[in-house]
Protein backbone atom coordinates (compact mmCIF):
# COMPACT_ATOMS: atom_id res chain seq x y z
CA UNK A 1 0.00 0.00 0.00
CA UNK A 2 1.14 3.76 -0.84
CA UNK A 3 0.60 6.25 1.46
CA UNK A 4 1.16 9.77 0.76
CA UNK A 5 1.18 12.16 3.72
CA UNK A 6 0.59 16.30 2.86
CA UNK A 7 2.13 18.22 6.51
CA UNK A 8 4.49 21.05 7.65
CA UNK A 9 5.65 18.17 10.32
CA UNK A 10 6.90 15.62 7.72
CA UNK A 11 9.50 14.59 9.83
CA UNK A 12 6.66 13.73 12.37
CA UNK A 13 4.74 11.52 10.74
CA UNK A 14 7.79 9.69 9.31
CA UNK A 15 8.20 8.22 12.23
CA UNK A 16 5.36 5.60 12.07
CA UNK A 17 7.22 3.97 10.18
CA UNK A 18 10.12 3.19 12.05
CA UNK A 19 9.06 1.30 14.92
CA UNK A 20 7.09 -1.74 15.92
CA UNK A 21 4.18 -3.58 13.16
CA UNK A 22 3.99 -0.48 11.10
CA UNK A 23 8.07 -0.39 11.06
CA UNK A 24 8.00 -3.85 9.90
CA UNK A 25 5.55 -3.36 7.25
CA UNK A 26 7.55 -0.99 5.50
CA UNK A 27 10.91 -2.76 5.63
CA UNK A 28 8.93 -5.56 4.23
CA UNK A 29 7.88 -3.75 1.62
CA UNK A 30 4.24 -4.16 2.38
CA UNK A 31 3.77 -0.28 2.65
CA UNK A 32 5.26 2.84 1.51
CA UNK A 33 5.08 6.41 3.04
CA UNK A 34 5.97 9.70 1.62
CA UNK A 35 5.66 12.98 3.00
CA UNK A 36 5.26 15.88 1.24
CA UNK A 37 5.27 19.64 2.76
CA UNK A 38 3.30 22.72 1.45
CA UNK A 39 5.95 24.56 2.23
CA UNK A 40 7.72 23.28 -0.79
CA UNK A 41 5.03 24.59 -3.25
CA UNK A 42 5.31 27.79 -2.22
CA UNK A 43 6.25 30.79 -4.69
CA UNK A 44 7.52 33.40 -2.03
CA UNK A 45 10.10 33.55 -0.69
CA UNK A 46 9.30 33.19 2.82
CA UNK A 47 7.33 30.14 1.42
CA UNK A 48 4.29 31.28 3.30
CA UNK A 49 1.60 28.28 4.06
CA UNK A 50 -0.77 30.69 6.31
CA UNK A 51 -2.68 33.69 6.59
CA UNK A 52 -5.54 35.83 8.25
CA UNK A 53 -8.87 34.74 7.79
CA UNK A 54 -11.35 37.04 6.18
CA UNK A 55 -14.16 38.40 8.71
CA UNK A 56 -11.59 38.62 11.05
CA UNK A 57 -10.64 36.33 14.43
CA UNK A 58 -8.04 34.59 16.16
CA UNK A 59 -5.20 32.44 14.11
CA UNK A 60 -3.78 31.89 10.84
CA UNK A 61 -6.12 30.36 8.07
CA UNK A 62 -3.75 27.20 5.71
CA UNK A 63 -4.03 28.72 2.04
CA UNK A 64 -5.50 27.09 -0.75
CA UNK A 65 -2.65 27.16 -3.48
CA UNK A 66 0.29 25.19 -1.64
CA UNK A 67 -1.92 22.62 0.00
CA UNK A 68 -3.65 22.27 -3.75
CA UNK A 69 0.05 21.97 -5.53
CA UNK A 70 0.90 19.20 -2.81
CA UNK A 71 -2.18 17.47 -3.36
CA UNK A 72 -2.05 17.03 -6.96
CA UNK A 73 1.88 16.25 -6.65
CA UNK A 74 1.07 13.58 -4.05
CA UNK A 75 -1.90 12.06 -6.47
CA UNK A 76 1.03 11.66 -9.35
CA UNK A 77 2.63 9.05 -6.31
CA UNK A 78 -0.05 6.82 -5.70
CA UNK A 79 -2.82 4.67 -7.79
CA UNK A 80 -5.13 6.29 -10.01
CA UNK A 81 -8.24 6.61 -7.38
CA UNK A 82 -6.77 6.76 -4.13
CA UNK A 83 -8.96 9.33 -1.75
CA UNK A 84 -7.71 12.27 -0.06
CA UNK A 85 -8.99 12.08 3.53
CA UNK A 86 -8.22 15.33 5.75
CA UNK A 87 -7.69 14.64 9.53
CA UNK A 88 -9.88 17.15 11.06
CA UNK A 89 -11.91 17.74 13.97
CA UNK A 90 -14.73 18.36 11.52
CA UNK A 91 -14.79 15.11 10.34
CA UNK A 92 -16.73 12.05 11.05
CA UNK A 93 -15.10 9.79 13.58
CA UNK A 94 -12.56 7.30 12.43
CA UNK A 95 -13.00 3.45 13.37
CA UNK A 96 -12.63 0.08 12.47
CA UNK A 97 -14.40 -0.17 9.57
CA UNK A 98 -13.21 3.29 7.98
CA UNK A 99 -9.36 0.97 9.17
CA UNK A 100 -10.87 -1.62 7.28
CA UNK A 101 -12.09 0.14 4.01
CA UNK A 102 -8.90 1.68 3.51
CA UNK A 103 -6.46 -1.53 4.09
CA UNK A 104 -8.29 -2.72 0.83
CA UNK A 105 -7.07 0.18 -1.18
CA UNK A 106 -3.92 0.39 -2.89
CA UNK A 107 -3.49 3.94 -2.07
CA UNK A 108 -3.86 6.84 0.21
CA UNK A 109 -3.43 10.92 0.85
CA UNK A 110 -3.75 11.70 4.05
CA UNK A 111 -3.51 15.97 4.57
CA UNK A 112 -3.05 16.96 8.04
CA UNK A 113 -4.31 20.51 8.61
CA UNK A 114 -2.24 23.57 11.03
CA UNK A 115 -3.67 26.30 12.79
CA UNK A 116 -6.79 27.36 12.87
CA UNK A 117 -7.83 25.24 10.07
CA UNK A 118 -7.90 25.14 5.98
CA UNK A 119 -9.25 27.28 3.16
CA UNK A 120 -12.91 26.05 3.03
CA UNK A 121 -12.59 25.81 -0.99
CA UNK A 122 -9.84 23.54 -0.74
CA UNK A 123 -11.26 20.98 0.83
CA UNK A 124 -14.26 21.15 -0.99
CA UNK A 125 -11.97 21.19 -4.22
CA UNK A 126 -9.48 18.24 -3.38
CA UNK A 127 -10.63 16.40 -0.62
CA UNK A 128 -12.87 13.55 -0.22
CA UNK A 129 -13.69 13.31 2.99
CA UNK A 130 -12.58 14.23 6.32
CA UNK A 131 -12.04 12.32 9.50
CA UNK A 132 -11.83 13.07 13.03
CA UNK A 133 -10.40 11.12 15.80
CA UNK A 134 -13.05 11.88 18.66
CA UNK A 135 -14.25 15.36 20.23
CA UNK A 136 -10.91 17.12 21.38
CA UNK A 137 -8.72 19.41 19.82
CA UNK A 138 -5.47 18.56 18.83
CA UNK A 139 -2.94 20.96 17.43
CA UNK A 140 -2.29 19.33 14.04
CA UNK A 141 -3.71 16.66 11.95
CA UNK A 142 -0.33 15.15 12.05
CA UNK A 143 -1.06 12.38 15.04
CA UNK A 144 -4.32 11.51 14.07
CA UNK A 145 -2.90 10.84 10.85
CA UNK A 146 -0.02 8.46 12.37
CA UNK A 147 -3.10 6.88 14.22
CA UNK A 148 -4.48 5.83 10.91
CA UNK A 149 -1.33 4.64 9.17
CA UNK A 150 -1.07 2.52 12.15
CA UNK A 151 -4.41 0.76 12.05
CA UNK A 152 -4.49 0.29 8.28
CA UNK A 153 -1.06 -0.66 8.04
CA UNK A 154 -1.77 -3.68 10.62
CA UNK A 155 -4.85 -4.91 8.36
CA UNK A 156 -2.95 -4.82 5.19
CA UNK A 157 -2.74 -9.04 4.98
CA UNK A 158 0.91 -10.61 6.22
CA UNK A 159 1.25 -7.17 8.19
CA UNK A 160 1.00 -8.95 11.53
CA UNK A 161 2.71 -12.63 10.64
CA UNK A 162 -0.64 -14.15 12.02
CA UNK A 163 -3.78 -12.86 9.99
CA UNK A 164 -5.90 -14.13 13.02
CA UNK A 165 -4.23 -11.44 15.53
CA UNK A 166 -6.25 -8.74 13.46
CA UNK A 167 -9.53 -10.72 13.41
CA UNK A 168 -8.99 -10.61 17.35
CA UNK A 169 -8.54 -7.39 17.96
CA UNK A 170 -10.98 -4.44 19.31
CA UNK A 171 -13.58 -3.71 17.39
CA UNK A 172 -13.49 -6.00 14.30
CA UNK A 173 -16.63 -8.33 15.50
CA UNK A 174 -18.34 -4.20 16.94
CA UNK A 175 -17.15 -5.04 20.51
CA UNK A 176 -14.22 -4.87 22.69
CA UNK A 177 -11.44 -7.32 23.49
CA UNK A 178 -11.66 -9.93 26.38
CA UNK A 179 -9.62 -10.05 28.85
CA UNK A 180 -5.77 -11.13 28.44
CA UNK A 181 -3.54 -12.89 30.49
CA UNK A 182 0.29 -14.66 30.52
CA UNK A 183 2.52 -16.93 32.49
CA UNK A 184 2.47 -17.00 35.54
CA UNK A 185 -0.35 -18.30 36.68
CA UNK A 186 -0.97 -16.31 40.34
CA UNK A 187 0.60 -12.59 40.61
CA UNK A 188 -0.03 -10.73 43.99
CA UNK A 189 -3.48 -13.27 44.80
CA UNK A 190 -4.76 -12.98 41.21
CA UNK A 191 -4.94 -15.95 39.66
CA UNK A 192 -5.40 -16.68 35.86
CA UNK A 193 -9.30 -17.38 35.30
CA UNK A 194 -9.38 -21.33 35.09
CA UNK A 195 -11.20 -21.65 31.76
CA UNK A 196 -7.96 -20.05 30.59
CA UNK A 197 -6.07 -23.25 31.95
CA UNK A 198 -8.79 -25.79 30.83
CA UNK A 199 -7.51 -26.73 27.42
CA UNK A 200 -10.92 -26.29 26.21
CA UNK A 201 -11.26 -24.53 23.42
CA UNK A 202 -15.09 -24.47 22.67
CA UNK A 203 -15.48 -23.22 26.84
CA UNK A 204 -12.35 -21.02 26.36
CA UNK A 205 -13.95 -19.32 23.53
CA UNK A 206 -17.52 -18.79 24.99
CA UNK A 207 -15.52 -17.25 27.82
CA UNK A 208 -14.01 -14.61 25.43
CA UNK A 209 -16.93 -13.54 23.81
CA UNK A 210 -19.18 -13.18 27.30
CA UNK A 211 -16.22 -10.91 28.48
CA UNK A 212 -16.18 -8.95 25.10
CA UNK A 213 -19.81 -8.56 25.76
CA UNK A 214 -20.16 -7.78 29.52
CA UNK A 215 -17.20 -5.30 28.74
CA UNK A 216 -18.28 -3.33 25.51
CA UNK A 217 -21.96 -3.25 28.41
CA UNK A 218 -19.87 -1.79 30.94
CA UNK A 219 -17.42 0.47 29.04
CA UNK A 220 -19.18 1.24 25.41
CA UNK A 221 -22.97 0.82 25.83
CA UNK A 222 -22.50 2.51 22.59
CA UNK A 223 -21.12 -0.64 20.69
CA UNK A 224 -24.37 -2.83 22.01
CA UNK A 225 -26.97 -0.47 20.16
CA UNK A 226 -25.34 -0.76 16.68
CA UNK A 227 -25.15 -4.76 17.25
CA UNK A 228 -28.56 -7.16 16.67
CA UNK A 229 -27.40 -9.57 19.27
CA UNK A 230 -28.41 -12.91 18.51
CA UNK A 231 -30.17 -15.94 21.42
CA UNK A 232 -26.54 -17.47 22.45
CA UNK A 233 -24.73 -13.67 22.64
CA UNK A 234 -27.96 -12.38 25.01
CA UNK A 235 -27.56 -15.31 26.95
CA UNK A 236 -23.96 -15.19 27.39
CA UNK A 237 -24.12 -11.29 28.27
CA UNK A 238 -26.86 -11.41 31.06
CA UNK A 239 -24.87 -14.61 32.18
CA UNK A 240 -21.52 -11.82 32.68
CA UNK A 241 -24.20 -9.19 34.41
CA UNK A 242 -25.36 -12.32 37.01
CA UNK A 243 -22.25 -13.42 37.50
CA UNK A 244 -20.91 -9.56 38.24
CA UNK A 245 -23.74 -8.98 40.59
CA UNK A 246 -22.62 -11.86 42.12
CA UNK A 247 -19.21 -10.95 42.86
CA UNK A 248 -17.63 -14.18 41.18
Not at 4 to 22: H, S
Request: with cysteine; hydrophobic share 40%.
Amino acid sequence: MQIVTVTLFPQMVETVVEYGVVGRAAKNGMLSLKCLNPRDFTTDVHRTVDDRPYGGGPGMVMKYEPLASALRCARGQVPAGSPVVCLSPQGRAFDQQAARRFANMDGLILLSGRYEGIDERLLEAEVDEELSLGDFVLSGGEIPAMAVIDAVARLIPGVLGDDESAQRDSFMDGLLDHPHYTRPEEVDGRRVPEVLLSGDHRRIAEWRLKQALGRSYLRRPDLLDRLSLTNPQRRLLEEFLQERDDGL
